[in-house]
């Protein structure tokens, strides 16, 4: 049985850090790609905290405050013109998010998440105390100066929070610490989850919530996905099942990277890939 390749995790040029990528142009490349799905999850950041940093989306070339949500009718706009293009192929398009979590922004992300129709809202913690520990500029300025203990109290109690807020469909990059955090923590990077993670899992189980493998691990040097078999198989064993698989590209050439990998991963879990409408996590036809 042949594999269903999608990506569901797909920065285009709306995305301050991603390549000036229309969702059109990697709509073509997914089909030569020959993926069955693609779901678009631009950024959205609410820490007020870091306005001036990273607040931003594109809108036609232009760098505006993500908090003009105008952008939003642009952003479903321009997919429902590829879907509409895209019709009689063998490609699905769909209209994602990913909202980097921190406490105190839940207004925010209720009114995006209400307004409009998304079929897929990642949610992700990019942040902690205001630091991005998810970029190799910033993070050093969170992990150094923190033990393993306080990384792990902190960055699951957010995380915590993040699940319980209702707002999100599935978690991206749930291990994220260990992108840049492993230089710091060394080999307890691989270990903190242990004890912490599966009252988060068991919350999540609990409300149907699903588990992204994110591929992008992968360019940034490190043998693992996000997260990583360990942690897979605690999610499994405490009831999670909905996954999805995201190479997280932010450039044409990474659309897609690792995702047959990753796909064989769920397998060898026994884990369920899922896709998305309005919202609602379908078991992938085919496939794992
Ligand atoms: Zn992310
Ligand atoms: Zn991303």
């Known amino acids: 049985m042949p594999k269903l390749k999608i990506d569901y995790h797909v920065h285009p040029n709306y995305s301050i850090d991603a390549s000036p990528v229309t969702i059109r142009d990697y709509c073509h490349k997914a089909l030569l790609l020959e993926l069955r799905e693609i779901c678009f999850c631009t950024h959205v950041e609410l820490d007020p905290r870091r306005n001036e940093k990273e607040n931003f989306v594109m809108l036609n070339g232009e760098k505006r405050p993500v908090y ?13 013109q590829a879907q509409k293009e895209f019709n009689n192929s063998s490609l699905k398009i769909k209209a994602g ?7 105190g922004v839940e207004n925010y992300i209720e009114r995006i998440v209400n307004d409009y129709p998304f079929d897929f809202v990642m949610g992700a913690i990019h942040c902690l105390d205001h630091i991005s520990i998810s970029s190799q500029k910033e993070s050093p300025y969170y992990f150094r100066s923190r033990r393993a203990e306080t990384v792990r109290e902190e960055y699951f109690a957010v995380l915590m929070e993040a699940v319980k807020t209702g707002f999100f469909d599935c978690i991206a990059h749930i291990d994220i610490y260990r992108r840049y955090g492993i230089q710091f923590l060394g080999s307890e990077a691989y270990a903190i989850h242990r004890g912490a993670i599966e009252p988060v899992f068991a919350e999540m189980s609990k409300r149907g919530m699903g588990i992204e493998i994110n591929t992008s691990s992968r360019r940034r040097g490190l043998k693992d996905f996000h997260p990583t078999k ?4 605690l999610a499994i064993k405490a009831g999670v099942k909905v996954f999805t698989v995201g190479s997280d590209a932010h450039s044409l050439d990474q659309l897609g ?7 064989a991963l769920l397998h060898e879990v026994n884990g369920s890939n899922y896709v998305y409408t309005r919202r609602k996590p379908v078991p992938c036809p085919i496939a794992c």
Do not use: R, T
């Open 257 to 263: 990277e690792g995702v047959d990998e990753a796909l």
């Open 230 to 233: 360990e942690i897979l198989e």
């Open 97 to 103: 998010v990913e909202i980097g979590y921190c406490p």
């Open 68 to 80: 003009e949500l105008n952008w939003l009718d642009s952003y479903f706009a321009e997919i429902g």
